[in-house]
């Protein structure tokens, strides 16, 4: 096992690297597209694919250049494809999958009936950046996300979408006798890490039960056992001597981290096949992100940034915050952005007094520092707006339960309880009275009526 690491926060990866380049040969004018005949594409499909697609020795052949460990499920993808009856396939990867995105388009047009592929190049970070309508603008019929799990349902897309988890085999034998190695039998232990070594996971915790009758695979529905994303982790229940967390980076994992600081964490490299210790500088986190709130708390006119990545920004969160501001007499003014950064909203800060981005809630945990002006995420524009109690007033971690089915009312999940009304909290109702006494102060004093703030313009 390495050495312990200095205490790391802010460490999660801004790759948003531009894809140059000639634009794609597959484009057509949007006028041929349109006028194209009207093609029914099937969204429920069957799941069993047939001989004729498995035992196709030319189409082994052609999958066999991709990674044989890397499931790219080329197979079932033919076939959902062919049961769809789709003809023009838009194909996203994230960043590091790129490379292997014109082998596949060509298979697909080889060997499953696809007239025209499109390769989306924008940066994707997540399933939350699921890019449906940009393949929809395309003229495309069906798309395939990989990397990602189901976090927008297929039944919510614009257009039928297959998810690609991409599992990827690594050597399961390695990581149990490291387990073995580091930790004493009985140690009550949790395997977490992302969705690509899920079945690793599920592999090694059955070679690790005899000797760890306790180790679990927590789960954050609606995701898979052991999975974590950057903005959703699993709140471990009971006692924990360790987490063991299985990826090749540390982003995901400082969400688990956060969401059960009390925890140590370890994180195995499937690739250099290391264990390190992982820490994570809660206090200082902590300290940045309450600091904001508390700013932002007094705040008159906000800023309501909807990212436009992909489905990175949900509408419904925005009228929920628009109307909880408006219900408090205050003023917003929403900005539609695709990547949020300090350049971009200090440009548009005249009049703002702080910011919520709807985007990534990582960012403002991460990077929030470097914004002028308060940026906040969802949950702690509710916290500064009196809906919810600060994690250092209900004596709990800090959440990260953004995609969670039972995660607060600031969460992005398709799978939530009906949103409370506005101003229903007594938190709330106590806020409001006092802005609204603030208000009336200014009145008196500039002579002005004070009115109900309106939700504001969009830029």
């Given at each position: 096992m390495?050495a312990?690491?200095?205490?790391?926060?802010f460490s999660?990866k801004?790759?948003?690297?531009?894809?140059e380049?000639?634009?794609?040969?597959?484009?057509?004018?949007?006028?041929a597209?349109?006028?194209a005949?009207?093609?029914?594409?099937?969204?429920?499909?069957?799941?069993?694919?047939?001989?004729?697609?498995l035992?196709?020795?030319a189409?082994n052949?052609?999958?066999?250049i991709?990674?044989a460990?890397?499931s790219?499920e080329?197979?079932?993808?033919i076939?959902?494809?062919?049961?769809?009856?789709?003809k023009?396939?838009?194909?996203?990867?994230?960043?590091g999958?790129l490379?292997?995105a014109?082998?596949?388009?060509?298979?697909?047009?080889?060997?499953?009936?696809?007239e025209q592929t499109?390769?989306l190049?924008?940066?994707?970070?997540g399933?939350?950046?699921v890019?449906?309508?940009?393949a929809?603008?395309l003229?495309?019929?069906?798309?395939?996300?990989?990397?990602?799990?189901?976090?927008?349902p297929?039944?919510?897309?614009?257009?039928?979408?297959?998810?690609?988890?991409?599992?990827?085999?690594?050597?399961?034998q390695?990581?149990?006798d490291?387990?073995?190695l580091?930790?004493?039998a009985?140690?009550?232990?949790?395997l977490?890490?992302t969705?690509?070594?899920?079945s690793c996971m599920?592999?090694a915790?059955?070679?690790l039960?005899?000797?760890?009758?306790?180790?679990?695979?927590?789960?954050?529905r609606?995701l898979?056992?052991?999975?974590?994303?950057?903005c959703?982790?699993?709140k471990?229940?009971?006692?924990c001597?360790?987490?063991?967390?299985?990826a090749?980076?540390?982003?995901?994992?400082?969400?688990?981290?956060?969401?059960?600081?009390?925890?140590?964490?370890?994180?195995?490299?499937?690739y250099?096949?290391?264990?390190?210790?992982?820490?994570y500088?809660?206090a200082?986190?902590?300290a940045?992100r309450?600091?904001?709130?508390e700013a932002?708390?007094g705040?008159r006119?906000?800023?309501?940034v909807?990212?436009?990545l992909g489905?990175?920004?949900?509408?419904?969160i925005?009228?929920?915050l628009q109307?909880?501001l408006?219900?408090?007499g205050r003023q917003?003014v929403?900005?539609l952005?695709?990547?949020?950064?300090?350049?971009?909203?200090e440009a548009?800060?005249?009049?703002?007094?702080a910011?919520?981005?709807?985007?990534c809630?990582?960012l403002?945990?991460?990077?929030?520092?470097g914004?002028k002006?308060?940026?906040?995420?969802?949950?702690?524009a509710f916290?500064a707006?009196g809906?919810?109690?600060?994690?250092w007033?209900?004596?709990?971690?800090?959440?990260?339960?953004?995609?969670a089915?039972d995660?607060?009312?600031?969460?992005s999940?398709?799978h939530?309880k009906?949103?409370?009304?506005?101003?229903?909290?007594?938190?709330a109702?106590?806020?409001?009275?006092?802005?609204?006494?603030?208000?009336?102060?200014?009145?008196r004093?500039s002579?002005?009526p004070?009115?109900?703030g309106?939700p504001?313009?969009t830029?």
């Amino acid at each position: 096992m390495q050495a312990d690491p200095e205490p790391q926060r802010f460490s999660g990866k801004a790759a948003a690297v531009n894809q140059e380049g000639p634009p794609s040969t597959a484009l057509v004018p949007a006028a041929a597209a349109a006028a194209a005949a009207p093609r029914v594409v099937r969204r429920v499909l069957g799941q069993q694919v047939p001989p004729d697609i498995l035992e196709n020795a030319a189409l082994n052949a052609a999958i066999a250049i991709l990674p044989a460990n890397y499931s790219f499920e080329v197979h079932k993808t033919i076939w959902r494809i062919r049961q769809a009856g789709a003809k023009r396939v838009a194909l996203q990867f994230p960043e590091g999958l790129l490379l292997y995105a014109c082998v596949i388009a060509d298979i697909l047009e080889g060997f499953g009936g696809v007239e025209q592929t499109f390769i989306l190049g924008d940066v994707t970070f997540g399933a939350c950046c699921v890019d449906d309508y940009s393949a929809a603008a395309l003229g495309a019929d069906f798309l395939v996300h990989y990397g990602h799990s189901c976090l927008v349902p297929v039944d919510v897309t614009s257009l039928p979408c297959q998810y690609v988890f991409v599992d990827i085999k690594m050597d399961t034998q390695h990581l149990v006798d490291t387990v073995r190695l580091n930790f004493p039998a009985g140690s009550k232990l949790v395997l977490a890490g992302t969705i690509q070594f899920a079945s690793c996971m599920q592999a090694a915790r059955q070679q690790l039960a005899a000797d760890y009758p306790h180790i679990a695979i927590p789960q954050s529905r609606p995701l898979s056992p052991g999975e974590v994303l950057g903005c959703t982790a699993p709140k471990i229940v009971g006692d924990c001597d360790a987490i063991v967390f299985v990826a090749d980076g540390r982003f995901h994992l400082e969400a688990l981290m956060i969401a059960n600081h009390t925890v140590p964490a370890y994180r195995y490299d499937p690739y250099p096949r290391l264990l390190t210790r992982e820490r994570y500088d809660h206090a200082g986190m902590q300290a940045a992100r309450r600091a904001a709130i508390e700013a932002a708390a007094g705040a008159r006119c906000w800023g309501l940034v909807l990212g436009t990545l992909g489905r990175q920004g949900n509408p419904r969160i925005l009228a929920q915050l628009q109307g909880l501001l408006q219900a408090q007499g205050r003023q917003c003014v929403t900005v539609l952005l695709s990547e949020v950064s300090p350049a971009k909203l200090e440009a548009l800060s005249h009049g703002i007094d702080a910011w919520v981005q709807i985007a990534c809630p990582r960012l403002s945990i991460d990077w929030g520092e470097g914004f002028k002006l308060p940026t906040l995420n969802p949950y702690e524009a509710f916290v500064a707006l009196g809906e919810v109690p600060g994690w250092w007033d209900a004596g709990t971690a800090y959440p990260m339960d953004y995609y969670a089915a039972d995660g607060g009312a600031w969460g992005s999940t398709y799978h939530r309880k009906k949103p409370r009304a506005p101003g229903a909290s007594p938190l709330a109702a106590a806020k409001a009275a006092r802005v609204a006494a603030g208000a009336a102060a200014v009145s008196r004093r500039s002579g002005s009526p004070a009115g109900v703030g309106a939700p504001g313009p969009t830029m």
